[in-house]
């Protein structure tokens, strides 16, 4: 018979846990509501008001390749805001067991983590994106069927397949048949042009989206495999997936109507596979981590692109991308202490590449500071800069736990763009934050 012991954890409950060593069921979660209305002057878009969310978080952790549990994971979240919009996440959700001591499955959504940049910048070339919002966008897992073999030496070899595909939910368009209009309440979606200037002449732009079938969207496959090696202190992953790419891309035919002065765009979300190959390792010991890490996109397919999408402002056009980046932490009770550090390697020309989509970080730094005072208060910063582009990231977070099991939390938010206001980050200048808000932690 296996004794159990149960333990409480700072923001959730430990149950099942296991003396001799290896199986623990772990529950945690939160909800609560944020308030994002201490300035009339920050913060004051749609959409970024004020909203109220909830997580939950459910783990039962297998130690050992030699227990006959079933490994279980499930995370769920959601997002309410103020323009009464819901958003959703399931990050992971799959049960995992053991063939052999050396051989393991994984069966559902689960996080990938092959790619230390892709994780550390947000990129979303590998795993989905939670996406409720930019400053942090979290990661979702892909939906399949994970291999798993572990030698002795220390060597790890991975397959992952699925035949399902899943795409990034948020942030979602609201799409209107009758005023052929694309609109969006959530605050971090970049909405296409409601009008534009065609041959001197302001004409109003009229959208018809013609969605495909959800056979066709949901039934695509999935296939990489992962070589690496983890020891006391080192952990090296080579990675290479071919997928479907986590959002869509837009074919867009565009002809203008000059007797009524109207721009009509035909907009049919299409579907494109991209090669996704990387490398990362890691050093570990102790209460600090360092990396180095590196990924490239290659798509497979190259979409038409008409120059009249110019119009829309629909971007459209593939482009290759090279990254590589390296960073070092310190973590422990007391503190936590990162730099990050991310360059694009691959060419991109704003002016030749007007229809595609502007990297997220070009040559980037990032700097994250904890500084924990008991059990009771927390400070944190965190701040990301593009010495390409000079766009600008900074957060500022107090939390102050009142009670076991409440959390007052407070904080700012800041997004700096170029002066040009052509970036990544420039349509969303305004979603700054001064915020208050209250939690409930389980």
């Given at each position: ?64 390749l ?39 499955l ?36 892909l ?44 605050p ?19 959208y ?76 570990r ?32 056009k593939?482009?290759?991308?090279d ?58 910063a965190?701040?990301k ?58």
């Amino acid at each position: 018979m296996r004794k159990t012991l149960k333990t409480f954890a700072i923001g959730g409950l430990v149950i099942g846990g296991v003396c001799q060593g290896a199986v623990s069921d772990t529950i945690q979660g939160h909800f609560g509501a944020l308030s994002n209305q201490a300035s009339s002057q920050v913060g004051n878009v749609p959409g970024n008001r004020y909203n109220a969310d909830f997580e939950f978080s459910y783990n039962r952790n297998v130690g050992t390749l030699r227990e006959n549990e079933l490994e279980r994971r499930f995370q769920i979240s959601s997002l309410v805001n103020d323009q009464n919009l819901t958003m959703y996440s399931v990050q992971e959700a799959y049960v995992g067991g053991n063939l052999t001591s050396k051989d393991r499955l994984k069966l559902g959504r689960q996080v990938l983590p092959w790619s230390a940049v892709d994780e550390t910048w947000g990129f979303g070339k590998l795993n989905n994106r939670r996406n409720f919002d930019y400053f942090t966008p979290g990661q979702e897992g892909l939906t399949g069927l994970l291999y798993e073999r572990r030698s002795s030496n220390g060597m790890r070899y991975r397959a992952f397949v699925s035949g399902l595909y899943v795409p990034e939910m948020n942030p979602g368009l609201d799409i209107d048949k009758k005023k052929r209009a694309i609109t969006s309440r959530h605050p971090w979606a970049d909405t296409p042009a409601t009008s534009a200037e065609v041959e001197g002449v302001q004409m109003d732009i009229r959208y018809d989206v013609d969605y495909p079938e959800i056979s066709d969207v949901i039934y695509r496959y999935s296939a990489g495999a992962n070589i690496g090696f983890e020891s006391k202190h080192w952990v090296v992953d080579n990675f290479i997936m071919r997928k479907p790419e986590n959002t869509t891309t837009p074919d867009v035919e565009v002809n203008v109507d000059f007797v009524q002065n109207v721009v009509n765009a035909q907009i049919a979300p299409r579907f494109y596979y991209h090669d996704v190959v990387g490398s990362s390792l890691k050093y570990r010991n102790k209460d600090i981590e360092m990396y180095v890490s590196g990924m490239a996109v290659r798509p497979n397919e190259f979409p038409d692109v008409d120059e009249q999408v110019r119009y829309t402002e629909i971007k459209n056009k593939k482009q290759r991308e090279d990254y590589v980046g390296g960073g070092i932490s310190r973590s422990n009770d007391l503190y936590t202490l990162a730099f990050n550090y991310v360059a694009r390697l691959s060419p991109f020309n704003r002016e030749k590449d007007d229809l595609s989509l502007d990297p997220r970080w070009n040559q980037a730094l990032n700097v994250v500071a904890v500084r924990n005072f008991g059990q009771r208060v927390s400070l944190s910063a965190d701040a990301k800069y593009d010495m390409l582009t000079t766009d600008r990231l900074v957060m500022f977070r107090a939390t102050y736990r009142v009670l076991s099991s409440l959390v007052m939390n407070a904080g700012v938010n800041l997004i700096g763009t170029p002066v040009s206001g052509k970036s990544y980050w420039s349509p969303y200048t305004n979603n700054d934050s001064i915020y208050g808000g209250l939690r409930y932690v389980f």
